[in-house]
């Protein structure tokens, strides 16, 4: 049997309904009839039966002060149905395994609560020399790849306030300034990119990127950890380090995140 192209199925009234919610997304609020019509090159009526069956079902309302349309309750309660069927420790797993495969090293998703990182999951490394996993602990943000992922977008305000006395000092490599820290936390931004260089524990290393959701907040960070030895400055630089910044945009993607 030969299976025709699923193109030949769509029915393009449904299509154009769905044209109609796509155009209430980003910046914009409300949009009249009029507006929607030209964006979509469809004919008035067209665009105001649309809008009457989306809100008749409640994915669209009416401002009655102006006459627009915004989206509906609806919208968020499917929106809230895909965030928990598509749960981060469930989206996660495929794209821990294969940044462990990848990089040869550990993959750890991490989430900050309170002034903490808590290691949610772990995928381990085959190779016989590895780090302790450390799912489940909690460590300082400051001295952690994962913490600085973490936090490097927030306001130097935001910064400031978070770190308003001296940092606890874990190696002779932990960053123990709030200066030397923000300066550290720039230069992440810039690369998309954090590094802990043994500043938590003596010959480890770890490299961590930022991991955002349809809101474009920071929900999580997802790093990878070995032995100094194996982790240069050269290869975090030409190798782990970009395959981290691929892996956690992906799984931002599948938390819908849209650049």
Do not use: W
Not at 8 to 35: C, K, M, P
Not at 99 to 111: D, H, N, R, W
Not at 175 to 189: F, M, Q, V, Y
Request: aromatic fraction near 6%; charged fraction near 30%; include cysteine.
């Amino acid at each position: 049997m030969v299976r025709r192209d699923k193109s030949n199925y769509i029915i393009q009234s449904v299509a154009h309904a769905l044209d109609v919610l796509e155009e209430f997304r980003g910046e914009v609020d409300e949009l009249g009839v009029t507006e929607l019509s030209k964006k979509l090159k469809l004919h008035k009526n067209n665009v105001f039966r649309i809008l009457a069956t989306l809100q008749s079902r409640n994915y669209i309302e009416q401002n009655k002060t102006n006459d627009n349309y915004r989206l509906g309750i609806k919208c968020l309660e499917l929106g809230q149905t895909f965030i928990q069927q598509r749960g981060l420790l469930k989206q996660a797993q495929p794209i821990l395994h294969e940044l462990a495969e990848k990089s040869g090293e550990t993959s750890y998703l991490s989430i900050m609560r309170g002034s903490d990182v808590i290691y949610l999951d772990a995928v381990e490394t085959t190779s016989t020399v590895r780090v302790i996993s450390r799912v489940g602990l909690h460590m300082p943000v400051h001295a952690t790849a994962a913490g600085k992922a973490l936090i490097a977008y927030e306001s130097e305000e935001e910064l400031r306030k978070r770190f308003n006395a001296d940092l606890s000092r874990f190696t002779k490599h932990t960053i123990t300034g709030t200066e030397d820290l923000l300066k550290n936390l720039a230069e992440s931004r810039a690369k998309e990119y954090a590094t802990d260089l043994e500043e938590f524990e003596e010959g480890l290393r770890c490299i961590a990127a930022p991991i955002r959701d349809y809101t474009r907040k920071v929900i999580a960070a997802l790093s990878v950890s070995g032995p100094a030895h194996r982790l240069s400055d050269e290869k975090i630089e030409q190798s782990i380090g970009p395959e981290v910044v691929r892996s956690a945009k992906a799984l931002s993607t599948r938390l819908g995140y849209r650049e």
